[in-house]
Nanobody, 120 residues
Framework: QVQLVESGGGLVQPGGSLRLSCAAS????????MGWYRQAPGKQRELVAT???????NYADSVKGRFTISRDNAKNTVYLQMNSLKPEDTAVYYC??????????????WGQGTQVTVSS
């Protein structure tokens, strides 16, 4: 059974930075893609960034150039470095796994998420 634990969220001012972490249990981590998702109140969950098992990355247009996704397979952990944060980045952030060939379709392993709030 895969378990995911997100951490690193908090309250930051516009223009600030935050680094999120997602620790995954189980040996399947290194064999799968990972993604970061976010959901704001009243809105649907959206895909923020993905990284394949081979390290290829993709980003939503809204965060491209500001966010960086990375992974450390030895620690079964994926990171999201968020710079130049904007109020519209405020949301609960989640991570999940996906098959490399179906990277936009995550498995049903959702964790509790971590809250990111950007306000002055």
């Amino acid at each position: 059974q895969v378990q995911l634990v997100e951490s690193g969220g908090g309250l930051v001012q516009p223009g600030g930075s935050l680094r999120l972490s997602c620790a995954a249990s189980g040996s399947i981590f290194s064999r799968n893609a990972m993604g970061w998702y976010r959901q704001a109140p009243g809105k649907q969950r959206e895909l923020v960034a993905t990284i394949t098992s081979g390290g290829s990355t993709n980003y939503a247009d809204s965060v491209k150039g500001r966010f960086t996704i990375s992974r450390d397979n030895a620690k079964n952990t994926v990171y999201l470095q968020m710079n130049s944060l904007k109020p519209e980045d405020t949301a609960v952030y989640y991570c999940n796994l996906a098959d490399d060939t179906r990277i936009t379709t995550p498995f049903d392993y959702w964790g509790q998420g971590t809250q990111v709030t950007v306000s002055s």
